[in-house]
């Protein structure tokens, strides 16, 4: 079993759609990170978070430590915003634990 | 500020070559990783870098070897070349290690053993 876990694996969601993807690990962890992957190949970070929820634009990540969960949810969903999201989990020694990745699709 | 840049972006090895993918960070940052990235799998860290001169093996080290001579570049080296080194490779950087801070990936090598 994967240490991150990420659900679900492939998501394709009409335009405007609200949507989410989980993410849950089995680990103690110091920060959980959301990154998403352009087609092209790039991956950029979207959020850092040890606790509660952040927001930037129609981005939204929670964390629940206790139940070793993360979501992240986007909200007026856009064809751009078709990408693989990936969570990954810091555990000690600075080091990066990555979930496979959910592949969204959004269609106009 | 370019971020990090790697090269190549593609490349195409014979079993048995040696190459040496390139990476660069114009931030200043401390800390520097390599990973791989598999169909269907997650990232696996392969080395990382805390500081010039000071290197470390991550998960999947094996075929692989890194230096770390300036702040700003850290090279991966393939010394002899498998099919199971058939992959993407993503650099990494950050100010402090991963701890609460961002990480700024390159746009990857995407490399084929044949």
């Known amino acids: 079993k994967n240490e991150v876990e990420q659900s679900p694996q492939n998501l394709t969601a009409q335009e405007g759609e609200f949507i989410t993807i989980n993410c849950s690990y089995s680990v103690g962890i110091s920060a959980l990170h959301w990154l998403q992957q352009h087609p092209g190949g790039g991956i950029v970070s979207l959020f850092m978070l040890s606790s509660g929820k952040k927001k930037h634009g129609r981005l939204i990540a929670t964390i629940n430590i206790q139940e070793k969960h993360s979501s992240l949810h986007i909200t007026a969903s856009h064809p751009r915003d078709s990408a693989v999201y990936i969570c990954?989990?810091?555990?000690?020694?600075?080091?990066?634990?990555f979930g496979e990745g959910t592949q969204l699709t959004v269609n106009p | 500020n370019a971020g990090v840049t790697q090269t190549p972006k593609f490349r195409i090895l014979k079993i048995g070559q040696s190459m040496t993918l390139q990476c660069a960070q114009d931030m200043n940052h401390n800390y520097m990783y390599w990973y791989r990235q598999d169909p269907g799998m997650g990232l696996k860290l392969i080395y990382y870098s805390v500081g010039a001169g000071i290197t470390d093996k991550g998960e999947v080290p094996n075929g692989y070897n890194v230096s770390r001579s300036t702040t700003e570049d850290f090279p991966l080296r393939l010394e002899l070349a498998a099919p199971s080194q058939t992959s993407v490779y993503f650099c990494?950087?950050?100010?402090?290690?991963?701890?609460?801070?961002?990480?700024?990936f390159g746009q990857g090598t995407r490399l084929t053993v044949v």
């Open positions: 990494a950087s950050s100010s402090a290690g991963q701890m609460n801070t961002e990480a700024f």
């Open positions: 990954a989990v810091e555990t000690s020694g600075s080091r990066l634990t």
